[in-house]
């Protein structure tokens, strides 16, 4: 696992937590369906990921018997959990290279948890991709050779295309039509 995806492995579960205690492989059966194409995680990471969160206090753990079978763990989020999962849910992604997956995972879970805020979120994602197509535009316009200028044009044109999307996601969103484009 990656550190990017170590780090959005914490608040999944987490979010994944909030809908109600489940153990570990309930919870790996719902990412895998749930999340199949945009975010895996393996059952032996899940089950490393949830020790993590139970050491920091974020999840708490109880035994359950069953008939025939080892007790098993059930997790729950604690209030400290819970505070930490709504503080990433609600910031955007900040680099390009990460909104195919992040991005998509906050949507995921404010979409799984039926959460407030997600025009919010949205709206400050569209922000922050907005300025970051204008500064490619404008190193692309500065740039020194052609080959610079198109990799800045490259990665402006990649940009734009994701506001256009984040355009698709406020109408869809807000049951209306996206408000136009700023700037």
Known sequence: MSRAEDAWAHPVLLGSLL????????????????????????LSQLYAQLKQLEEAGLVAAQTEPQPNRPPRKV????????????????????????IRVEFLLRLYLFDRLS?????????????????????????????????????????????????????QCLEIHSGGPAAPPVG
């Open 19 to 42: 809908s109600g205690p489940k153990h570990g492989y309930e919870l790996y059966q719902e990412l895998e369906h749930d999340l199949a194409g945009v975010w895996q995680i393996g």
């Open 75 to 98: 997790y729950h989020v604690t209030d400290e959990g819970r505070e930490v999962f709504l503080h990433w849910l609600r910031q955007p992604t900040p680099y390009l290279r990460l």
């Open 115 to 167: 959460l407030p805020g997600v025009e919010q979120l949205v709206v400050a994602q569209r922000a922050v991709c907005r300025e970051q197509a204008d500064r490619f535009g404008q190193a692309a316009a500065e740039a020194e050779g052609g080959f610079r200028r198109l990799v800045h044009e490259f990665r402006r044109g990649q940009m734009e295309a994701v506001i256009r999307w984040l355009d």
